[in-house]
């Protein structure tokens, strides 16, 4: 307690001191100091996310923000030099305020960078999916990051960020095109699903004591033309290889056509 | 802080048996408020932030990062320029008050240009007040603090006319200088703004 009493006291004497003898030129020099700081601190901090610091970076900006803001309170708004109920009364309020930033946060579950699985999932939702998710004249693109960053492109590869995506007006040609090789990609998802188990990922089919598969690489199986293929599909096939389960009941007559396309595409020999 | 003490009446600095200058104590209550104010909208803005349910922009895709930071130069520079004022104030300087006053004044104006032209972009671009969440509770955070902006300009400028009437004399420096803790506030908050809402954002 008689601590803080001397303190003040000495404080107040330097204070009284300074007000007689020219302290507004005096001051006007340290002020100009104290903006110089600030101003170089600022830039430092628009510089520093193009230095590769990593992981450094966030805790820099963060404490050259709060040394800015310190030296704000301290010495432009006098707070250092004045009477001990404003220092009370501004710094206890602050750290309360800093506090219940935290809880806040805390309670949701959402700490900045803290959730991985929001964060993805609201990657996910911003971007387009495909093209239904788009207008009719648009396509799903991915954009690139924003130019004003150079430090963006360099810290963060596609690779680490979810891709950004989103529609883009596209020429009728282009989506014609790109139009042909839709059912194929959306065939692909049914093969993952449905047909990878016997035929593998390879299309090379699987000989072994239970399960079976055709291998979708050869020429001959692909001699038979498209229709009987897409015939073995529907009604299911009981050959030399093994019993080709029926997909009648299982997929649609479009999700057939999309799967032929693609494994037509994938595995049939050029 | 300042010569007042040696005036011979100073209605604004008499009564106070705390030994300090009631209005002073005021403000610094109603500051301490604000930071409070400030506190809660930035903690929504990081709670809401990651839980977009609608697609809107992503603050990287907004945030033109050259011109805030220019932007945060000029609020700087205001806040120095406040600094001169206030001590011109208690130098009993009319003058240089006078001019101080109103380069503070103008410096918050080129703030607040640069303000109304990065809404207008990112209004442009898709990201309004009802897009989703990070635009609702980015527009609510910088926005109230563009309201701030303007009240201080606002009073800047009440200062400067009523200095030509001769209201503003000495014994009205401590007028200026709690108007300079609020210009300062200001620029405290947009300091933790400028780092935590646009600086992080592109950080690794």
Known sequence: MSEVINEQDKTDATHHEGEHDGHSHASTLFYTGVAIALAIVTYIEWAMLDWDLGKWTKPGLIILSVGKFAAVVAYFMHLKFDAEIFKRTFLGVLGLAVVIVFVVMAAL???????????????????????????????????????????????????????FSKCVEVPKEVRDA????????????????????????????????????????????????????????????????????????????????????YIKTTYAPK | MSAHGDLPINHQTEGTSLGVPTIKLTWWTFLSSECMFFGSLLATYFSLKPNRVTPEPLPIEMFDLDLTTI?????????????????????????KTRLWLLATAFFGCIFIGFQAYEFTEFYAKGLTLESGTFGSSFFTLTGFHGFHVCIGIVWLLALWV?????????????TVEVCGLYWHFVDIVWIVIFTIVYLVEFAP
């Not at chain 1, 004249?137 to 690779?159: E, S, V």
């Not at chain 1, 038979?224 to 015939?231: K, P, T, V, W």
């Not at chain 1, 009981?238 to 080709?244: A, E, H, N």
């Not at chain 2, 209201?167 to 009205?172: I, M, Q, Y």
């Open chain 1, 109 to 163: 579950g959402s700490l900045p960078d803290d959730n991985p699985e929001t964060g993805r999932l609201h990657a996910s939702i911003r971007n387009c999916q495909d093209h239904s998710d788009c207008g009719p004249t648009q396509r799903c693109r991915p954009i690139p990051a924003p130019k004003t960053a150079a430090a963006l492109r360099k810290a963060k590869g596609l690779g680490e960020r979810p891709v």
């Open chain 1, 178 to 261: 790109e139009g042909k090789d839709k059912p194929a990609r959306e065939g692909g998802e049914i093969y993952a699903a449905v047909c990878v188990a016997c035929h593998q990922k390879d299309g090379g089919g699987m000989l072994g004591p239970t399960v079976l598969g055709a291998n979708l690489a050869s020429a001959e199986l692909w001699a038979q033309g498209d229709g009987a293929l897409r015939n073995s599909i529907v009604n299911g096939k009981q050959g030399k290889i093994g019993v080709m389960p029926a997909q009648a009941g299982i997929l649609s007559s479009e999700e057939i056509d999309n799967v032929l396309a």
């Open chain 2, 71 to 95: 932007s945060t130069f000029v609020l700087l520079a205001s806040s120095f320029l406040m600094v001169l004022a206030v001590n011109a104030a208690a130098d009993g300087n009319a003058k």
């Open chain 2, 162 to 174: 009523l200095s030509f009437t001769g209201w503003l004399g000495p014994e009205r420096a401590l």
